[in-house]
């Protein structure tokens, strides 16, 4: 059974990696730490070849009791639900 989320880096699409992005925007998104982003494995096939996966994901994502859960708004689904097992977490700066 395929997962209910699937994870694509900026390799696997150049519309997603951050050669896709705007000029106006690479300042701010070059100091993302992301390698690898959730996305909906239900929507994000069916995105379109003009939108980047950045402007066609839908999601919020947010503290649970137990952990973080990502969200696809388009679908209402669940893409991701992590239970940290109590561990505590900290902010990198
Ligand atoms: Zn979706």
């Known amino acids: 059974m395929m997962p209910s989320w699937l ?3 900026g390799n696997q699409n150049s519309l997603g990696g951050k050669d896709g992005v705007s ?3 690479k300042g701010k998104y070059e100091d993302s730490d992301i390698g690898m982003y959730f996305h909906c ?10 939108i980047s996966p950045r402007d066609w994901a839908r999601t919020e994502c947010g503290w649970t009791k137990k952990g973080f ?11 991701v639900n992590l ?5 505590k977490m900290s902010v990198i700066p």
Do not use: H, Y
């Open 7 to 9: 994870i694509l880096n």
């Open 23 to 25: 000029s106006n925007m």
């Open 41 to 50: 494995n239900t929507c994000m096939p069916e995105r379109p070849a003009d």
């Open 69 to 79: 859960q990502v969200w696809c708004i388009r679908c209402e689904k669940n893409i």
């Open 83 to 87: 239970d940290f097992k109590g561990q």
